[in-house]
């Protein structure tokens, strides 16, 4: 964290990727900072806007595929998150932003795209749409309850020697291989939406724990029976 103690939780590009509520992640973590007497602040970096290199998480969601190969263009381009991740900023990309993360991933046609090459990822277009409920078991290194959340996303992700899988996927589709997401150092990415912090407290946690240390547990009843009747919604009782 920086040195004036507030953690700064940085959202990127609202103006092209915040489907399906994303955008969420931030009141998330804002929220569960404060709770804990944690100044926290979310600074929103439009596309035009330079994406600040001294934040202490990076959030980027889902989008379309021309806001996404745009979105890919200007942040490659402004190189602020390259080095953010470098220093060890945490960052967690939903779906759009998970692909923009990796070396390339397939535009409105098809067409390879470069990403940003800060996972080592690449994805392309899948045989269809992956849409629905994805519950996944997180890799017991994370030590994370199951991972509930929504996926709607054409594109298939392989992942490189350079990422662990995040999960593996118990119902539906996720990087379209038995996996769901990957992380790498403090970066995760993932297709869930939902948000996908609000679904998955324990995953807000882990990025807070990232960057500002042990954390006291909080009262999540409000979570738990968010994830409960999500849970029951598509796994076998
Ligand atoms: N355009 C990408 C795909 O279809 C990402 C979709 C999304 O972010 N929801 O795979």
């Not at 202490?56 to 979105?71: K, M, N, S, T, V």
């Not at 535009?107 to 269809?128: M, N, Y």
């Not at 996720?174 to 939902?194: I, M, Q, R």
């Amino acid at each position: 964290m920086p040195s004036d103690s507030t953690l700064r939780i940085v959202w990127i590009y609202p103006d092209l990727l915040s489907t399906y509520g994303d955008q969420g992640n931030a009141l998330v973590l804002e929220q569960r900072a404060r709770r804990r007497g944690i100044d926290a602040e979310v600074v929103h970096v439009r596309s035009a806007d330079p994406v600040p290199e001294t934040g202490d998480i990076y959030l980027i969601g889902g989008g379309e595929d021309r806001p996404q190969i745009l979105a890919a263009e200007r942040l490659r381009r402004d190189g602020g998150l390259h080095r953010a991740i470098a220093r060890g900023a945490a960052m967690l990309a939903v779906c759009a932003g998970y692909q923009i993360m990796g070396s390339t991933f397939g535009g409105e046609e098809g067409q390879p795209v470069d990403g940003i090459g800060v996972l080592d990822i690449s994805s392309t277009r899948g045989p269809a749409r992956a849409v629905g409920e994805l519950v996944a078991e997180v890799d017991s290194a994370l030590n994370l309850p199951t991972l509930t959340g929504f996926e709607n996303h054409m594109g298939v992700t392989q992942l490189g020697p350079g990422v662990k899988p995040l999960s593996q996927v118990v119902t539906g589709v996720g990087n379209g291989n038995g996996f769901e997401g990957c992380y790498a150092g403090h970066v995760v990415g993932t297709y869930l939406h939902g948000p996908a912090l609000a679904r998955n407290p324990a995953l807000a946690d882990l990025l807070l724990t990232w960057s500002a240390g042990d954390l006291p547990p909080l009262d999540d009843r409000w979570y738990e029976a968010l994830r409960t009747e999500r849970l029951s919604a598509v796994l076998p009782r």
